[in-house]
């Protein structure tokens, strides 16, 4: 158990539809990633929070936004969703921002239909 | 165009032998390597890493090599157990060009199977 909690573990929705993707991470940890795994495709970094504020962007598709609150938890927004979208959803934690060491989530399987 | 790329997709091993993984990258500002492990149904869990100030990285039976003029590491397990059957992946960052450590770019996995 990594520490770092990912609800719902498994979502279906179809095309066009909205959806919300939670995590929390390790108890202290300031700083977390989403990374999106599709069908035999590594995981490819999203987006980084730290303490609340965005630091570092990757590949996230304009339909996706994220953000961090207060109590350190995170959520991803996936919106107009296709069925390319399809994947697997890691969060992932540090307790800093200078690590590559990172606590992840079991993930959220999102189906699009 | 893959940055970081495991050209095996799978690897079986007998137990009580090496297993050796491999990964190749392309971006020479990498300067951070990682591997991860990752059991069906869990998320990745760090494994091993080493900086490119550095060409080799042991920690109990794992071994990460990095040849730098080659763009090329490798992972060595020895011993190698039923339970390392897992996927591996290989992941680097260029953290030295303001790249953030935690924004790392995963190679597809190599999937080993260790047989008793």
């Known amino acids: 158990d990594s520490g770092v909690t990912q609800t719902p573990k498994h979502l279906i929705t179809a095309t066009g539809q909205r959806v919300t993707l939670r995590c929390s991470p390790r108890?202290?940890?300031?700083?977390v990633y989403w990374y999106q795994q599709s069908l035999d495709q590594g995981l490819q970094f999203l987006i980084q929070?730290?303490?609340?504020?965005?630091?570092a962007k990757g590949n996230i598709l304009e339909r996706f936004s994220a953000q961090q609150f207060p109590d350190l938890h995170s959520e991803l927004n996936l919106s107009s969703l296709e069925l390319g979208d399809s994947a697997l959803y890691f969060c992932?934690?540090?307790?800093?921002?200078?690590?590559?060491?990172?606590?992840f989530g079991e993930g959220s399987r999102l189906t699009v239909l | 165009d893959q940055q970081v790329k495991q050209n095996s997709p799978s690897l079986s091993v007998q137990e009580g032998r090496i297993s050796i993984l491999n990964c190749d990258y392309t971006?020479?500002?990498?300067?951070?390597f990682l591997w991860y492990k990752k059991y069906p149904a869990e998320g990745p869990t760090f494994l091993i890493s080493?900086?490119?100030?550095?060409d080799k990285n042991e920690d109990g039976r794992f071994t990460v090599f990095l040849n730098k003029s080659a763009k090329h590491l490798s992972l060595h397990i020895v011993p190698s157990q039923p339970g390392d059957s897992a996927v591996y992946f290989c992941?680097?960052?260029?953290?030295?060009?303001?790249?953030?450590?935690?924004?790392?770019?995963f190679g597809k996995g190599t999937k080993l199977s260790v047989k008793p």
């Open positions: 992941a680097a960052s260029a953290r030295s060009y303001g790249g953030s450590q935690g924004n790392l770019i």
């Open positions: 108890s202290g940890d300031l700083s």
């Open positions: 929070y730290y303490n609340g504020e965005e630091r």
């Open positions: 992932a934690s540090s307790p800093t921002l200078n690590t590559g060491e990172l606590f």
């Open positions: 971006n020479s500002m990498f300067d951070y």
């Open positions: 080493i900086s490119s100030i550095k």
